[in-house]
């Protein structure tokens, strides 16, 4: 069961890549000037974007808890937390040079690296606690903004009354309720015996085998999305002459 539940995992990783895809491409379209300033910053694209990184957030909780929900395997956890922490900062390096005045100091991947850490302290709480502490944790970005938190080494925490400039700014305050979420549904999921109901369905052919193909190599797809995507852009534009 073990198997095919990391198959699922890694086909809904799959989806949320995609879709993360789609939006890089309308990102994109705006920051090479072929859409107008202001395209991505459109409602249906910001909440088109939430969706994405939730998702992500949510399988990192779901995930977290049916590796070490028995106990934590901390050789594995180590060298997980590793790769995603050396690539978050290889996130920031890139983006603080390629675009300074929005480069990404808490994004997705640096969420996901305190989430992998933070989660560790709820995979023993009851599923009902880690909702309430999932449901406090995103009405704190809400009613617990001050502007004493408003120097930029608070930035990461979400509560600061000023609003960074970033092109990917994932906060914990209001995103790590998602994977606590998470790790609640996944309790719950083992609690009611649904484990076994989601280890059915055979991801093996067509569409399916390549999407949990993309799943199973996730980080490695999301660092190399957009430089091959805004490089084929490039080439697009100057054999067009628009460039």
């Not at 009354?161 to 083992?190: Q, T």
């Amino acid at each position: 069961m073990k198997s095919m539940r990391i198959e699922l995992l890694d086909f809904a990783r799959g989806i949320a890549l995609i879709a993360m895809t789609i939006f890089h491409f309308a990102f994109d379209l705006e920051l090479l000037g072929v859409q107008e300033p202001g395209f991505i910053s459109q409602d249906h694209w910001k909440y088109f974007a939430r969706a994405i990184a939730t998702s992500f957030l949510f399988l990192t909780g779901f995930s977290l808890y049916l590796a070490h929900g028995n106990g934590v395997r901390w050789h594995g956890w180590k060298i997980r937390m590793a790769k995603i922490v050396a690539a978050a900062i290889l996130i920031t390096i890139a983006t603080y040079f390629a675009t300074p005045d929005q480069y990404i100091f808490f994004g997705i991947l640096h969420a996901i690296a305190f989430a992998s850490l933070a989660g560790l302290l709820f995979l023993r709480f009851p599923w009902p606690i880690i909702v309430i502490v999932a449901m406090s944790v995103f009405a704190m970005r809400y009613l617990g903004r001050t502007e004493a938190l408003d120097a930029p080494y608070w930035y990461w925490t979400g509560l600061s009354a000023a609003n960074p400039n970033s092109s990917d700014y994932v906060p914990v305050f209001p995103w790590f309720s998602a994977p606590l979420m998470g790790i609640a549904f996944a309790k719950l999921s083992k609690r009611m015996n649904w484990l076994e109901a989601f280890s059915q369905p055979k991801l093996e052919q067509g569409a399916s085998k390549f999407v949990k193909f993309l799943g199973r190599n996730s980080l490695i797809y999301y660092l190399l999305h957009q430089p091959v995507m805004i490089g084929l852009m490039l080439a697009v534009l100057w054999i067009s002459g628009n460039f």
